[in-house]
């Protein structure tokens, strides 16, 4: 078996337009779907639809499911059903159930408790990630380890699990929106665990047009920006055996960035910034604020030179497939 992940669905893809983080990855001998999510939300699955049968499809040969976290565009509980339930299947999870209702209407609630009612129905193999857990099937080593999710909308949504994948040779480390990451414990998860190749929810450069627009709001969420850049950068510079990261989901989350080229990315922010003069922030204000960040932006570019690591964006694999 080829050491090689392949996007499913996600933010950026040519082919597709999901919101989520949907991978198949192929180690050790084993094939591991991270973050089974809707392509259109509170869709029903029916076996005789296409969806329906691209789902059984996918899900054939799959050994192991890993939801990082019960938002809506992560994890598609009724993608389950289709699990080969006669092979060795392990679904994991972490357990922040409650958490991540945070934010939620009161009538959304029973939706979400219905998609952990699936998960116990579906998945009889489970392994639930409290703090941190280590297993092996075969060949492929896999850890888990949570952290906090990112906080651009100003609420705390729980926690996220990150997934690290090693065949004794090639390592491999998926994290989900942490954007960025944003916070440092996460960045130094990642460093410690020297991955060759990075699947990470990249800075969410969308936090610029979304926030409230009064100053304590976007001083708070300009900062945040800042501190994912510069962590990212400190990923790209200190993981010793990075080869590769692909960057997706909100740092491409309405953020098309010019010929792929990452070098475009100040210029693009200064428009996102500027546009908020409109809403009657000063010339000063907003120049501080993208001096900041600027500069955050600028140490991943010269890491990314320094580095000599591919970053790539899901946009620029044509294929839907790259190489571990």
Known sequence: MKRVVDIVATEGYERHNARGMDFIVRLGGKTVRLDPSPRYFQKNLDARDAEGRMQEKLMDGVDAVVVSHFHNDHFGPNYLRYLPMENDVLAVYHDSFEQSLAGLPDYRRPEYRKRLETVNECCGNKLVVKHYARLRLNGLEMQFRPFKHSSYKGQDLGEVMTVFLSDG????????????????????????????????????????????????????????????????????????????????????????????????IPAKMKGRLDSLKAENFSKRFIDERYGRIERSILKVLD??????????????????????
Request: charged fraction near 25%; proline fraction near 4%; include cysteine.
């Open 303 to 324: 890491a990314v030179d320094d580095s000599g690591v591919k970053v790539y964006l899901p946009s620029m694999v044509r294929d839907g497939r790259i190489t571990i």
């Open 169 to 264: 040779d090639k390592r491999l480390l998926f994290s989900s929106d942490v954007s960025g990451p944003e916070y440092a414990e996460a960045a130094e998860w990642i460093i410690g665990m020297d991955p060759h190749f990075l699947i990470l929810d990249g800075p969410f450069n969308k936090i610029i047009s979304a926030f409230e627009t009064n100053e304590k709001t976007l001083r708070k969420h300009a900062r945040s920006l800042e501190h994912s850049y510069g962590n990212l950068a400190d990923v790209i510079s200190d993981t010793e055996s990075l080869e590769k990261v692909l960057l997706c989901h909100h740092f491409v989350n309405d953020f098309v960035i010019p010929k792929n080229d990452l070098e475009n």
